[in-house]
């Protein structure tokens, strides 16, 4: 096994796994309020996923990613984390639907706080160089609708500084309209495209979904036949208020029928897939409880296994854990 303190690990040293979205955060928690789950809440949800998966994907390197990286060393657990860098606006973005414009104060001290991000990323990157398997430059920060853009320039900025000065894979996880062109001049200073694809969000039905994400993904990766091209989220909502999404495209049957075929296919071709995601998050979206960001977990914020999970945790029980 190549050392990870002296060499930089290849993305196709990397063996193909089951791989999910992970964020802990449950009733009353979330990243604005800065409460973050305790570490016997992590290690509950990691006991239930090192069941069925091995690779993690964190959005950030707040304390809720450093506890789930201590819970994998201090418990032993077969898990191992693509980080991610929790990205602020850089440069304001009219054409966000829910408000993407900052003034200049606002976004120099997220560019400092972005720079900040980048130094905890390399700093756990190098605390816990065994159970990281990647790092990602930041989430859906180039795409045409996001409130938190950053320019082409600045994620190459990230991507360069990684890659001189950690031992792990580098990456971004975006869109995969982006990837198409505007990420270009990106790709050459990255180990693996990461690529998001969502049917549902673009009004596809059930019996379209499959064949709208394999387009999506053969729409990178045709772009670029010398490099591994991965997704990062890839799912099903099971409610929504009618945001963005038909209710009646939104449903539990839905999401088990969707991630069933999505399996298939990743599996026969060795894509390696993060689901989104492994539970739901109330703190997302808006007051409504109905509204579809709340919703894409495989289990519900109890740690309860919706029927999609049913084959594999049908012993799990309300109030049990793992």
């Not at 001189?164 to 971004?172: D, I, K, L, M, W």
């Not at 594999?312 to 109030?319: A, E, N, T, V, Y």
Request: net charge negative.
């Amino acid at each position: 096994m190549f050392d990870l303190f002296k060499t930089r690990q290849s993305w196709s040293e990397i063996p193909f796994a089951n791989a999910i979205c992970y964020s802990g955060y449950r009733d009353g928690q979330s990243p604005p309020s800065g409460v973050f789950p305790s570490y016997a809440q992590i290690h509950e949800d990691l006991e239930i996923l090192a069941r069925h998966w091995r690779y993690l994907r964190v959005y950030d390197c707040t304390p809720h990613a450093e506890t789930v990286l201590r819970v994998i060393r201090e418990q032993g657990l077969p898990l191992r984390v693509m980080l991610g860098m929790g990205l602020g606006a850089e440069v304001s973005n009219p054409g966000c639907p829910w408000g993407g414009v900052y003034d200049d104060a606002v976004l120099a001290a997220n560019r400092a706080e972005n720079d900040a991000e980048l130094e905890r990323m390399i700093a756990l990157s190098k605390a816990y160089p065994r159970e990281v398997l990647c790092l990602s430059i930041g989430n859906e920060a180039s795409v045409d609708w996001n409130d938190h853009m950053v320019e082409v320039e600045r994620l190459i900025h990230f991507a360069k500084t990684l890659r001189r000065r950690t031992r792990h894979p580098v990456t971004f996880c975006e869109n995969y309209v982006p990837w198409t062109d505007k990420l270009r001049p990106l790709v050459r200073h990255l180990d693996v495209i990461s690529v998001h694809t969502y049917p549902v969000w673009e009004y596809k039905s059930i019996d379209e979904a499959l064949a709208y994400t394999q387009e999506n993904y053969f729409a990178v990766r045709g772009r670029y036949p010398d490099m591994p091209v991965i997704i990062t989220e890839a799912g099903w909502t099971t409610r929504s208020n009618g945001r963005g999404i038909d209710p009646d495209n939104a449903s539990e049957s839905l999401q088990a029928t969707y991630y069933a075929q999505l399996m298939e296919w990743a599996e026969a071709e060795q894509i390696m897939t993060f689901v989104f995601e492994a539970f739901d998050e109330p703190w997302k979206g808006s007051p409504d409880p109905d509204e579809p960001e709340k919703h894409w977990g495989l289990f519900t914020v109890e740690r309860q296994p919706k029927p999609v999970m049913m084959k594999w945790f049908s012993d799990l029980r309300p109030g049990e854990g793992a």
